[in-house]
């Protein structure tokens, strides 16, 4: 009955105007949105489990009783993954009616994941982002113009539902080269640019040498970018770079930056995060559960991103709690003889180094006896090789006294590998450690 209440007042404050439900939220009592979240929790497990194929044999395999599950963590060892996905195929999943469908593709398969949503879903994330914007500054005399790829991807449809809330203008430009870009948007004067990171990179490289023009903030998603990118980026329009961290399989955004910069706010109203398993920093998978989903609900779905539940509350003071910047995805992280490492590693290796541009990807292989890491890097001149290397171990040296250890043991080379811009990204996301011992002890395996 409370739940009920408490449910019709968050979906009152849901439909109010932005700025509105802010307030609203920012006061609202964390027991309410814990109890919201538990009663969603409870609905959807069971909706999953009666409606959809998949759900309803998993759970009847492992004898799990829904009407008993209060609480995610109560369902063990329970997950659904990607895999799952791939293998099973979205239908098994469906509860309900779909309007629409998004794909993911990941950097581990080539088959992609399909997602289903309705029409309704679209609407709720909708306001949800136009929230989120809001925060950000986003007012209706502000003017858009987004570069999010719109080949099944559900990012712009998510932002176009948000921006009908904020009713700014908004231009659709699709992920088109950003030179093209360049010319063709400044006709409408945005100040405000959507892309991806990776992107966004580029197109500033671009307005650095060509120039820019007043932005208020620019928005990007569908990847990671390093401190140091965003600095430039944010240097070049004298405007912050604002980050969002979303998945396919979640609709979107699962949680975005505020002024702070300082991890993701989360959408605790719509989401049931987790972290099952940590290390001693606190990282581990997060794993999350769809609240209002009725078409396709996940439980328990393995993102495979490597970050950390931040409780503690923000500066900026929202009410919403935050994840960590995300460090890898699981499939990212590598033991070798270096010691555990992951992109971040890799990232703080090439900080403030000259000449090497946003995109690089690190092999791990085995020669003879050690481990190779060999560190693929683009560069602005072949002629500043030697210049790199040199900076990259010197950076070892300095920030990573186990890693350098390791390597003064002889336990593993590190090889600067140069090459020239833009050959390292083929597709969307780009992997960025890749292990190919392992590659070559499955093939063995075969
Ligand atoms: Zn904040």
């Given at each position: 009955m409370l739940t009920n209440i408490i449910e019709q007042v968050e979906r009152a404050v849901l439909h109010m105007e932005p700025q509105r439900s802010v307030r609203f939220l920012n006061v609202s009592p964390p027991w309410a949105v814990e109890r919201l979240q538990r009663g969603r929790f409870r609905r959807t497990l069971r909706l999953a489990a009666e409606a959809s194929k998949f759900?309803?044999?998993e759970f009847r395999r492992r004898g799990i009783d829904v009407r008993r599950v209060e609480h995610p963590s109560e369902l063990g060892d329970f997950y659904t993954t990607g895999e799952d996905l791939r293998a099973h195929g979205a239908e098994a999943f469906l509860t309900g009616r779909a309007d629409t469908a998004f794909e993911t593709t990941g950097t581990t398969s080539p088959v992609p994941k399909r997602v289903f949503f309705s029409q309704r879903e679209i609407n709720e994330m909708g306001r949800a982002s136009a929230i989120?914007?809001?925060l950000?500054?986003?007012?209706?005399e502000d003017r858009v113009v987004s570069a999010f790829d719109c080949s099944f991807w559900v990012s712009p449809v998510v932002l176009r539902a948000g921006l009908q809330y904020l009713k700014?203008?908004?231009v659709e430009a699709g992920k088109i080269p950003p030179m093209e870009f360049y010319e063709r948007a400044r006709a409408y004067k945005p100040n405000v640019i959507f892309g991806e990171p990776s992107w966004v990179v580029r197109l500033s490289e671009l307005a650095r040498e060509r120039g820019a023009w007043p932005l208020k903030f620019l928005y990007a998603g569908g990847e990671n970018i390093t401190e140091e990118s965003r600095r430039a980026v944010e240097g070049v329009w004298g405007a912050p770079l604002y980050l969002n961290y979303g998945q396919t399989e979640s609709f979107g955004v699962l949680g975005s930056e505020c002024v702070q910069r300082d991890g993701y706010h989360r959408n605790d109203l719509f989401f049931f995060f987790e972290t099952p398993e940590v290390d001693r920093d606190g990282y581990g998978e997060l794993v999350y559960t769809t609240l209002v989903r009725d078409v396709m609900p996940l439980i328990r779905y393995r993102s495979t991103d490597v970050t950390r539940l931040i409780e503690e509350p923000c500066p900026c003071g929202l009410f919403a709690k935050r994840v960590a910047k995300v460090r890898a995805r699981c499939d990212e992280m590598v033991v070798c003889g270096m010691g555990n490492v992951g992109p971040w590693v890799f990232e703080e290796l090439l900080r403030g180094v000259r000449g090497v541009g946003a995109d690089w990807q690190a092999i791990v292989r085995h020669d003879g006896l050690r481990d190779v890491i060999e560190l693929h890097v683009?560069?602005?001149?072949?002629?500043?090789?030697?210049?790199?290397e040199r900076?990259?171990?010197?950076?070892?040296?300095?920030?990573?006294?186990?890693?350098?250890?390791?390597?003064?043991?002889?336990l593993y080379e590190l090889r600067v590998e140069p090459g020239e811009r833009g050959q390292l990204r083929a597709g969307r996301k780009l992997r960025r450690v890749v292990d190919e011992r392992q590659m070559a002890r499955r093939f063995a395996a075969r």
């Open positions: 759900y309803r044999e989120g914007l809001y950000l500054g986003l007012r209706r700014c203008f908004h683009e560069l602005d001149h072949t002629s500043l090789r030697g210049e790199v900076a990259v171990r010197a950076h070892l040296r300095e920030r990573f006294a186990d890693f350098w250890q390791n390597h003064e043991m002889r």
